[in-house]
């Protein structure tokens, strides 16, 4: 190689460096912490999923609170001891991962001097993170971090328990499949076979199978006639689908996420497995859900908290606004949670009377956990009324939707009933 | 008992299937280390890379399937280059951990730009990879082989046959057999011995990218994580059949494979990696070599 190709090599070289180094920071990059609330904003976190597994539910999430926060600032801010202050919204990406997800909590709470911390989605990465927290508020004995903290999902039963700190505006998961249960076998009833599937390695699905469908079962005097589990990266469901056919089950329970839901709903429409119902969670609620499924996901069930058909006009306003900005036909619940997350906690700290000085900043955030511990009557943009209850989790009404002609289709309302 | 029967062949043929995958993956791996004695841990970003290679040509361009995987197999070679370029060829003077351990970076590197990058792009977890055999299957009594299983092993098979073909039938595989026993000795004999390893990292790449096609494929979506769970598996096989043995990272894939389904059926789905872990363990205490592999160092 001669002198001159080596220099243009190396210049190669070097410019791929820069460009995966430039590539690498663009992508990365999040907005700059270095500022405190003196310079005339409040400092919120928003830690949540926006690479990784957890993408499907943490981008919109995210995205809900960024158009929150940028409707709150068009308004000219919060309003704090006479003076209008615009939200600054820092953004962090835990991958649902808890290693990542603790130290970026740390981050905020330390290092941004966030007065509130949201997020994240993955119950077992909130858990993780509000470990870091005061477990008790006033506690002499307990050093831990005291910054309000709300998830606007983290389904996973209990987990607001973990501190006093910790708020959670997601919905009652025991109750919601109770309800979801009970709706079903009034219409399509009786059923002779209740299996269940389960995500084994995720925490909220196995929860949930736990705590909530199991029990509803059991209240029933049913026992499973099939369980069986796999796990989030599986790629192949032959043997499950195969066990809860022979099972002759005809409610099935689906209890995990888009990617093994998809695997195995693929799996099933192979082996010809077609129970009357699926009652899935949360985890369905992702368009892979009919991208990748396909005829597969059609006539699942699932709760949720917010639907893009809700009435209000204010509804249809931030599916519009989601759908310019991710060219996304449906807004799965998470934008809406993120969205009137954002609006509660803004709510909060007007109701707090907060100084947004460095000195009152522990003062500021007391007041503002305080407030948040007594929502009371809050009116959603959603149209509904939510309190929140001693164990500082939002009390909502459920909804059910089902997937119908590849469409994520609002079912069954607390007023209206079935509306197909 | 007539149903255990079936659904017992069933999972097995789905098992071995299933597991040529797995066999395509380890391929790669063991014809690295079988020439350098290095674990390339990079090797998972050729499948990654490979599989969305794929997805772009299948689903977004829509072409035909041996296109694709020509395609995925071209991209996971050019990854094979830079892995070549990067971690071993400038490390070459240094102990075997150290372009092991640069292997690591480039996978944690490459990896984590992608999913940065990904995430841009795709407003998703995965996305869906054309599947055209999806469906289709065969029929054989109660058994039914499911069409894009009997592809992947197709495929598979055709690949292995094509690698045979280059080890002992060409003088680029007299080249590498003799590479694999000294590089000096092959050095000092003429052969190009820097060009001989670069063609190697080229090949086992391309097969990385090709099982990555046939992963995607199968399970119709890519993700950005796919690589990280084949370097697991693909290690796991190429340790059960035989570490360097090329038969040994066939019958270790296809063996993972079925352990994996058979101890769902048979014993808990909760347990099945736990359960491969140990039929691992108890393979290598009675045979350390793998299933195998050869007792004295058989290199490829």
């Known amino acids: 190689m001669s002198k001159r190709q080596k220099t243009e090599l190396q210049t190669i070289k070097l410019r791929g460096l820069a460009g995966a180094l430039a590539v690498s920071l663009i992508a990365g990059s999040t907005v700059s912490a270095q500022a405190f609330q003196d310079d005339g904003t409040i400092i919120l976190c928003s830690i949540e999923p926006l690479s990784g597994i957890g993408t499907s539910f943490g981008q919109p999430n995210y995205l809900g609170k960024v158009i929150a926060v940028e409707e709150i600032n068009a308004e000219g801010g919060i309003e704090i001891d006479g003076k209008k202050m615009k939200i600054k919204l820092i953004s962090e990406d835990d991958q649902a991962k808890p290693e990542q997800g603790v130290p970026l909590f740390r981050k905020c709470a330390e290092s941004d001097k966030a007065l509130v911390i949201t997020g994240t989605q993955y119950s077992r990465v909130t858990e993780s993170m509000w470990g870091l927290l005061q477990k008790k508020v006033d506690d002499p004995n307990d050093n831990g971090l005291q910054v309000p903290s709300m998830s606007f999902l983290s389904m996973k039963a209990g987990v607001t328990g973990v501190s006093e700190w910790g708020f959670r505006n997601a919905g009652d998961e025991p109750a919601q499949h109770e309800l979801a249960i009970k709706l079903m076998e009034e219409r399509y009833g009786p059923f002779k076979n209740y299996s269940g599937a389960v995500e084994a390695n995720e925490g909220h699905s196995v929860a949930a199978w736990k705590v909530a469908y199991l029990k509803s079962l059991e209240r029933r005097n049913i026992k499973p006639s099939e369980y069986v589990e796999w796990y989030e990266a599986d790629r192949d469901f032959s043997v499950q689908i195969r066990k809860l056919k022979r099972a002759n089950t005809d409610f099935f329970i689906l209890s995990s996420h888009v990617q093994a839901n998809v695997g195995a709903m693929l799996e099933a429409q192979r082996q010809g497995f077609k129970p009357k119902i699926i009652l899935s969670h949360i985890g369905s609620d992702a368009m892979e859900m009919v991208e990748l499924g396909k005829q597969s996901t059609e006539g699942i069930v699932f709760p949720t908290a917010i639907h893009m058909a809700f009435p209000p006009p204010k509804v249809k306003w931030l599916a519009d606004e989601y759908k310019k900005r991710t060219k996304e036909a449906y807004m799965p619940q998470f934008v809406g949670l993120g969205y009137e997350g954002i609006m509660i906690v803004k709510q909060a700290i007007e109701k707090a009377g907060i100084k947004n000085r460095p000195e009152t900043l522990a003062a500021d955030r007391r007041k503002v956990r305080d407030q948040l511990a007594a929502i009371r009557d809050y009116k959603s943009f959603a149209g509904m009324t939510l309190n929140m209850n001693a164990n500082r989790d939002i009390v909502r009404p459920t909804y059910l939707v089902k997937i119908t002609g590849g469409d994520f289709k609002l079912y069954w309302t607390p007023d209206k009933g079935f509306l197909f | ?300």
Not at chain 2, 72 to 93: H, K, Q, T
Not at chain 2, 104 to 121: A, D, N, P, R, T
Not at chain 2, 180 to 206: C, K, N, Q
Not at chain 2, 278 to 292: D, E, M, W, Y
């Open chain 2, 1 to 300: 008992m007539y149903f255990f029967a079936i659904d017992l062949t069933q999972t097995t043929i789905d098992g071995l299937l299933f597991g040529s995958t797995y066999a395509l993956v380890a391929i790669g791996f063991t014809l690295i280390w079988g020439l350098l004695r290095i674990l390339n841990l990079a090797h998972g970003v050729t499948v990654m890379v490979g599989m969305f290679a794929g997805m772009l040509s299948a689903t977004i361009i829509g072409l035909p399937f041996y296109l694709g995987i020509l395609i995925s197999m071209c991209a996971g070679a050019l990854v094979g280059f830079l892995i070549d370029r990067i971690c071993y060829r400038p490390l070459r003077a240094a102990h075997e951990l150290v372009p092991m351990i640069a292997t690591l970076g480039f996978w944690i590197l490459i990896e984590e730009v992608f999913i940065k990058i990904y995430s841009k792009f795709w407003f998703r977890d995965y996305v869906p990879f054309a599947n055209p055999f999806d469906g289709a299957g065969l029929e054989i009594g109660q058994i039914r082989l499911r069409g894009d299983y009997l592809v992947t092993l197709a495929v598979a098979t055709l690949l292995v046959i094509i690698l045979y073909f280059l080890i002992y039938r060409t003088r680029l595989g007299l080249a590498m057999r003799m590479i694999a026993e000294d590089h000096d000795i092959g050095s000092l004999m003429g052969v190009p011995v820097g060009r001989v390893l670069t063609t190697a990292f080229l090949l086992s790449a391309a097969y990385g990218g090709a099982a990555g096609y046939l992963l995607g494929m199968t399970a119709n979506l890519a993700g950005p994580y796919a690589g990280s769970q084949a370097v697991v598996k693909g290690l796991f096989s190429m340790i059960l059949g035989g570490a360097g043995s090329i038969p040994g990272a066939i019958v270790g894939g296809l063996s993972l494979g079925v352990l994996e389904l058979q101890s769902s059926f048979l014993f808990s789905f909760a347990y099945r990696d736990a359960i491969a872990m140990l039929a691992l363990f108890l393979v290598l205490i009675v045979r350390p070599q793998g299933l195998v592999g050869k007792r004295t160092a058989d290199r490829i």
